[in-house]
């Protein structure tokens, strides 16, 4: 009888130390979850790399059609809204990518512009695709606001990133940037006895 009790306490014991565990894992998931350490929205780029919040630099190569599938994590509703989702390109605004710019007697300044209608986005079943055409910044502002000139010393820094790729949940509460840029730089450089080659 005795031997029955202790067998009975050891087993409850161990039960009751499983729970605990287990309780202790369930709430550590939900604070690390709940803290924004947790990615529950991410997006896929050509079925490879992977980008959580925002990446810089990125070579969105001319011409090149991408891939990019936006993905939902531990939500119960993300199979309904899997296609829901907004993308847009804008420019990506900080102090070293501000400039002025004028088409005819309006002056714009390179701040918080949509250039999604400048771009290639199409949108399929779980994904879109993304491409562009451009070689130069110039050629983005131009197909938005027609010819424009220039302030005067204006000059890309190609150490900046002039334009964001930007992709919003269904319900507008996470987004993913990939900031990029549109010039080419020179891949090769031939010397010649008359001149430069790129």
């Given amino acids: 009888m005795e031997d029955n009790k202790k067998k009975i306490i050891s087993i409850f014991a161990i039960v009751l130390s499983l729970l605990l565990i287990i ?19 991410y997006i896929r780029v050509n079925d490879s790399e992977l980008i959580y919040d925002y990446k810089n630099n990125y070579n969105f190569i001319h011409d090149e059609t991408y891939k990019i ?55 399929e079943e779980g994904y879109f695709t993304f491409q562009h055409t451009y070689q130069k910044l110039e050629e983005v502002i131009e197909a938005k606001y027609g010819e424009v000139t220039f302030e005067e010393n204006f000059n890309i820094d190609l150490d900046n990133d002039y334009l964001s790729l930007v992709v919003i949940s ?29």
Wanted: contains cysteine.
């Fill in 69 to 123: 599938e936006p993905i939902y994590v531990m939500d119960g509703n993300s199979d309904n809204h899997k296609d829901d989702y907004t993308v847009k390109v804008v420019s990506n605004d900080n102090n070293n990518t501000r400039f002025e710019f004028n088409n005819g007697d309006d002056n714009y300044v390179y701040n918080n512009i949509d250039f999604t209608d400048c771009f290639k986005i199409q949108k």
């Fill in 170 to 198: 269904y319900d507008e509460s996470k987004e993913v940037r990939i900031n990029f840029n549109v010039e080419l730089e020179p891949q090769e450089i031939i010397v010649s006895e008359d001149h430069l080659i790129f």
């Fill in 23 to 41: 309780g202790l894992v369930v709430s550590l998931f939900f604070i690390y979850y709940k803290s924004g350490s947790f990615k529950d929205f």
